[in-house]
């Protein structure tokens, strides 16, 4: 599918109601299909300031072939839906490639990357209302936690808020936790050591007054062979994340493996995955995207 940048810029000027008239028309499906299993394409990364894809540090920027990737990506057997912005999730309305998918909303993006206030990852994206006005399916929300950064307080605190917005509107809400920490040139690291990825888990399933409605959205453990001690920690259903993949045919085949092994765990649901998808080392978005199908 080749996406007429243009004819996206004409509409969005002289019909924006066109938006909203797409969103209200768009056949819905069940969160969690008879398949009992996820499979959704993230890329929600450029909001944040997140353009990188390994050595091409500009390379979501390219919205119409960001799009491209999108569309060919959703249309392959197997694929449920999206994880994006409101930019993004709008162009693709208008392009009609969100039918019968699942639609996540991504709802801070205030962290921006390599900022002095990263870690104050205020709630810039969507709201819950705006994701019932939309029909959309559901939220998703990143939480980092550096304890020697105060921002991290307030978006706890903004966090465990909006899961209370999102379970009294009865909506998924995706919730992805990190203990973060600011290495000596400035860059937040995750820290992806079984212990932190224990607490991070626990922290985040306490959340706000309900955890009905919560979903964990977590990377796989540097070990893989620590996840089943890992995820033991919370019952709530969880989606593992793509995360950083190495360079090369060789790294896609790792994360393949990793992924493969803790979709094996009970409260694993599916997968999230952006840009190692959208972005592989052969180029093939179609092979990538079936193969990553083929471990559901």
Not at 36 to 53: F, N
Not at 108 to 114: I, K, P
Not at 138 to 148: S, V, W
């Amino acid at each position: 599918m080749t996406v007429d940048i243009a004819q996206l810029a004409r509409t969005r000027s002289r019909y924006p109601e066109a938006i909203g008239e797409a969103a209200a028309r768009r056949k819905r499906r069940a969160f969690v299909g008879e398949r009992g299993r996820l499979m959704v394409i993230a890329a929600d990364h450029p909001a944040r300031g997140a353009l990188a894809v390994g050595d091409r540090p500009f390379a979501m920027a390219d919205r119409a072939g960001l799009l491209e990737r999108l569309c060919l990506a959703l249309s392959r057997p197997g694929v449920d839906g999206v994880l994006a912005s409101a930019d993004v999730l709008e162009d693709l309305l208008l392009l009609g490639a969100l039918e019968g998918k699942v639609v996540i909303g991504s709802m801070n993006r205030g962290g921006l990357a390599g900022a002095a206030f990263e870690m104050d990852d205020r709630f810039t994206g969507h709201r819950a209302e705006d994701l019932v006005r939309l029909g959309f399916d559901a939220g998703k929300l990143l939480l980092r936690i550096d304890h020697d950064d105060p921002g991290s307080l307030r978006t706890l605190h903004a966090a465990a808020r909006a899961i209370d917005d999102m379970a009294a509107h009865r909506l998924p809400v995706l919730v992805e936790p990190f203990l973060s920490r600011r290495a000596a040139g400035g860059q937040v690291r995750n820290d992806l050591g079984p212990e932190a990825v224990t607490t991070s888990i626990a922290i985040a399933s306490g959340l706000a007054g309900t955890s009905a409605y919560t979903w964990l959205k977590v990377p796989v453990t540097d070990d893989p062979g620590d996840m089943e001690r890992v995820l033991g920690t919370s019952t709530l259903p969880t989606v593992l994340l793509g995360g950083d993949v190495a360079d090369g045919p060789a790294g896609q085949d790792a994360a393949y493996e990793r992924w493969r092994a803790a979709l094996r765990l009970p409260t694993v649901q599916g997968l999230v995955v952006g840009r190692s998808l959208l972005y592989p080392a052969d180029g093939d978005v179609a092979g990538a995207v079936d193969t990553a199908v083929g471990l559901l």
